[in-house]
Structure formats: C-alpha cells, structure tokens
C-alpha cells in the first residue's frame, strides 16, 4: 500500500463512519460499465463542497487490489450490483489530489517533475524489475506489458493550474499535454476519472483532451444524481435528525440536474451537501458557503462590465430566471465573449442554477443570494442595496396594511433601480419581488401561481416556523386600477391556492400608472376560512 499507488480504503471508511453518509455507491457500477471501453475516459465538474474528493476515496477503496474492502461496502447498494464482484479490489490504483503537487511547487515544471518522480518511486518500490526508465508512461507501460494488470487512475482537483495559474496559457498548455501524454491511448489505463470545477479546456479547434466524456452542472446526464443530496436524500436525513424540510430547501436547494431515464428527461432537484450535513448535525440554518468561498470570489465576476450583466443579476436577485448561452464558454475563469460567459462560469462555481430545458439560470438558493447581497453591498450599486435594506420596513407595511407606505416604497424600488426597463406587468413584478426581496425570511415566494380561474402574480407562503406572519396574494396591474386588482383576486378565486394554509390571508392589489409614473396599492384582509366557502 502506497500514498498515490494502492492508497487503500481509510478514506472511505472515515466517510461511511461519519455522523452522515448518503450512499451513493451505485456510481461505481456507472463506471464499472466503460472500464476497459472506450467510454474509460470520465470527467466529474461540480462546484466545490458536492462531494468529489468523498467518491474518489470511495472509488480508490473499491478498486484497490491491495485492500479487502467487501466489509465496507457490503451493505450499500452497489454491492446488489451484477458487476459489484466482478471488479471489487481488481486494479492497480493511482490516486492524485492535482492541488497536493500545485501548492509544494514553485511553477508547473517543477509540479510535473515532483509528481512524475513520486509516482514513479512507488511503481519501483511494488514493480522493481519492471520500472527502469523513471519516465512515468513508459514505466507503467513496462509494467502492464508483464503484469497485464490494468490501471485505474484517478486525478482530484484536475483543473486547480487553471484556477491559480488562470493568465499563464503556456502553463496550461504544458499541463493538458502532460495528461495527454499520460493517458490518451494507453492499454495500462482501465479507467481514467477525473473532478473538478470546471471543464476541459480547450484550444483553437481542439482539446487536449477530447477523449474524455464530460459530466458538467450544464450537462450531467447519468451523472447527475451522485454529487449532491436529491431532494429524498434531503427528507429522510430531515425525518431521521427532526429537521425541517421546508426550511432545508429554502436555504440550500435550487440546483437543477437533468438526465435522460428510459428514454425520459429526469430533472433531479439537487442539495449542496456540506451545506445540508452542517445544518442537519447543528440544527441551525445558516450560511455555510462562506467556510469554503468568500463573496470576492463571487464580486470578481458579476461586477464585469458587460452589457445587461448588472441587469440580469438584479432580475436574479428578484427571481427571475435569465436566459444564457453556454456554447461559447471557453471553459476558463478569463476568457469572456460577454455576460453569458460570465453567467457560464457562475454555474459551474456554484453561483447559479442551470435549467436545462428552458436554457435559463437562477440564483438557487437563500445561501447563495446571500453571497449576492454581500457581494453587492461592497461594489457601489447603492441603489440596490437601498432598495434590499428597506425591504424589510415594506414588509412590516405590508402587515400593518398600510397600502400608502407600500405603493411609497415601490416607488423608491424603481427609482433606485431604473435601469431596468419599465414597461410592463412582468418587469413590475421584479421591482416587486425586489422591493420585497426580505420577504423570503419567513415566506415560500411563488410567481404565476394557479389558483382558482387563472394564475396569482405572486403568492406570498408562509414556512411553516413562521406560521403567524399572514400570507398574501398580490395581484399587478398596469395603467389600471387597485380595485379592479382586488376584485379579480375574489372573482377568480387565487385565494383557492391556499386552501391548505391556516391563518390571516392579505390580498394586495398594486398598480402602476404610466402617466403619474407612481404606484398605489390597497390592502384587504382575509380570513382563510371564508375562502373555503
């Protein structure tokens, strides 16, 4: 047993023996069926804390045949797998974390040189009579030809000399023809599996390495259900540690995985799952995405100057759902064409959901808008961060039905965010959604809700720990009048949509008119039961 040859199993036994451990062994007989095909070539990309360095120790663990791990496993589903024996502890096993070499080197000859020779050092110490060139590919060359032992390899952290060495091309260059050369068209690989966050990189018309089957957050396919907790993952930690689901979703789920499952689209609703695991022990539902990134990471981005960027992450911030093309992504963190690139690469960071079908991205959750507003907050866009902080005295108007201070306030939204073009029911209900942006501490926000004879524009929720706050419907209307607004609220019967809620029921009519350039709102109260009737 080595350190990066033969690595064992501690790592995956320390993950089964953890306060959590969500199994998602079944991604081992994904990758038995490409071993030794031409599909051996897989690339995992998924933002940090999705669970990448947890299924390289489990893969290492399976197929290391220096190690007896049928105990580990034998309880998890994998081990109901036809091909669970077949290939349990059956390969020689590579193991690399990219980060471990890029962090003791001084420039990327060095990191290539310090991996190269302590690799090599470890095929000589199991394969002595074999390794004789010190050149790593054709030593494990020399040793496949007289063992017929394949090899799997696996690269954590591939992409870490694209992060940290993000303007140095040569440097990059040098990198992908090393893999390259190490990996392309060997007999000695049975498996190559590499993670990280972002894709492969490419040059000119051609990559590298295009051998690779990539499963990206913009296109996971078979992939997308084995990084990250599913939304059933997510309800049974939540049954068994007396959590609330309501409450788990709105702080960490949003991100949108869709696959293809006998023949059907499958659109999976995937949880970050540090985020999940932290809350889940503590009880306390937080912000846990600023233990592993800080917000400048995140300001670095949005605050490029390209046309409509500000515009969109302000529609996002009052979620909207943005349009985005991702072809032209040149999958690094310094080539933009314009804001879609930009938008490309927050998916992949983890800033924004990605909703294949509709070839949009939102914000996905309260956690990651929270890094928004505190990116926000330190980047001179004043107005938005006038109109987020007086959310919460427009939501406290709100409850005291006072229908003056909340067309007021309205009013001040849309001054302080006029470069949004104001022109008609749906750019209204984002200044709304903005101007009420506190409202998601204590409410489920649903825009377009059926209820009754039509859609409500937007249905306020209370979660169910702030069951005393009221719930609302508000209904918008342009050049028109806030009666009319409120009768159709009772003649169309939105409140249907809330037929399960037990408490005071607010109907909020708002209307703009496009003469005076100001806002007016009427407020009614209801009880819910008189829906019923």
Same mark, same amino acid.
């Given at each position: 047993?080595?350190?990066?040859?033969?690595?064992? #199993?501690?790592?995956?036994?320390? @993950?089964?023996? /953890?306060?959590?451990?969500?199994?998602?062994?079944? *991604?081992?007989?994904? %990758?038995?069926?490409?071993?030794?095909?031409?599909?051996?070539?897989?690339?995992?990309?998924?933002?940090?804390?999705?669970?990448?360095?947890?299924?390289?120790?489990?893969?290492?663990?399976?197929?290391?045949?220096?190690?007896?791990?049928?105990?580990?496993?034998?309880?998890?589903?994998?081990?109901?797998?036809?091909?669970?024996?077949?290939?349990?502890?059956?390969?020689?096993?590579?193991?690399? #974390?990219?980060?471990?070499?890029? @962090?003791?080197? /001084?420039?990327?000859?060095?990191?290539?040189?310090? *991996?190269?020779?302590? %690799?090599?050092?470890?095929?000589?110490?199991?394969?002595?009579?074999?390794?004789?060139?010190?050149?790593?590919?054709?030593?494990?060359?020399?040793?496949?030809?007289?063992?017929q032992h394949p090899f799997v390899i696996l690269i954590d952290e591939w992409d870490c000399l694209f992060r940290e060495y993000e303007n140095d091309h040569e440097a990059q260059k040098q990198y992908l023809d090393f893999l390259r050369a190490w990996l392309k068209d060997k007999e000695y690989v049975a498996l190559a599996y590499m993670t990280g966050i972002l894709l492969v990189k490419k040059y000119g018309t051609h990559s590298a390495l295009n051998m690779f089957t990539e499963y990206s957050m913009t296109n996971p396919r078979e992939m997308a259900e084995y990084f990250g907790f599913t939304e059933g993952e997510v309800k049974e930690l939540c049954e068994e540690y007396g959590r609330s689901f309501e409450e788990m979703s709105a702080w960490y789920d949003g991100y949108e995985l869709t696959a293809v499952e006998n023949g059907r689209l499958k659109t999976y609703s995937m949880y970050n799952p540090k985020s999940v695991v932290d809350a889940m022990i503590s009880g306390m539902f937080d912000n846990y995405w600023n233990q592993t990134e800080t917000y400048d990471a995140l300001k670095i981005y949005i605050r490029m100057n390209y046309d409509g960027l500000k515009d969109d992450v302000i529609r996002m911030l009052a979620g909207d759902r943005v349009l985005v093309n991702t072809g032209t992504f040149s999958n690094d963190m310094t080539t933009f064409q314009g804001k879609d690139d930009v938008l490309t690469l927050l998916i992949h960071l983890g800033y924004l959901s990605y909703h294949w079908q509709e070839k949009t991205v939102s914000i996905p959750n309260k956690e990651v808008a929270q890094e928004y507003v505190n990116a926000i907050g330190t980047m001179g866009w004043k107005e938005v961060m006038d109109s987020i902080e007086k959310s919460r005295k427009l939501l406290e108007a709100m409850w005291n039905m006072d229908g003056d201070t909340v067309a007021q306030g309205i009013d001040r939204a849309h001054q302080e965010i006029s470069i949004l073009k104001y022109n008609d029911e749906n750019t209204l209900s984002c200044t709304i959604n903005l101007a009420f942006y506190f409202a998601r501490e204590y409410y489920t926000i649903i825009r377009e809700l059926p209820a009754g004879k039509g859609f409500a524009d937007i249905c306020l929720i209370p979660r169910k720990i702030y069951a005393d706050k009221p719930a609302a419907v508000i209904e918008l209307k342009w050049n028109k009048s806030v009666e009319g607004a409120i009768s159709q609220i009772k003649e169309k019967r939105y409140v249907d949509a809330l037929k399960d809620y037990q408490g005071n029921l607010l109907l909020v009519a708002v209307n703009y008119d496009k003469n005076t350039k100001r806002h007016s709102c009427e407020i009614e109260k209801l009880e819910i039961s008189k829906s019923k009737e």
């Open positions: 047993m080595g350190i990066y040859l033969n690595p064992g #199993n501690k790592g995956f036994r320390e @993950s089964i023996q /953890s306060a959590i451990y969500v199994d998602k062994t079944e *991604l081992i007989d994904k %990758l038995n069926a490409v071993l030794d095909t031409r599909q051996k070539y897989v690339c995992i990309s998924r933002p940090r804390r999705f669970g990448k360095s947890m299924a390289a120790d489990m893969l290492a663990a399976y197929y290391d045949r220096e190690t007896d791990s049928r105990k580990l496993f034998e309880k998890y589903k994998i081990a109901k797998s036809s091909s669970y024996k077949n290939h349990l502890n059956q390969y020689d096993v590579i193991k690399v #974390n990219m980060q471990e070499f890029l @962090s003791a080197s /001084s420039d990327v000859n060095a990191m290539l040189l310090m *991996l190269q020779k302590r %690799l090599v050092q470890e095929l000589k110490n199991k394969y002595p009579e074999f390794v004789s060139s010190n050149y790593l590919v054709f030593d494990m060359q020399d040793i496949y030809a007289h063992t």
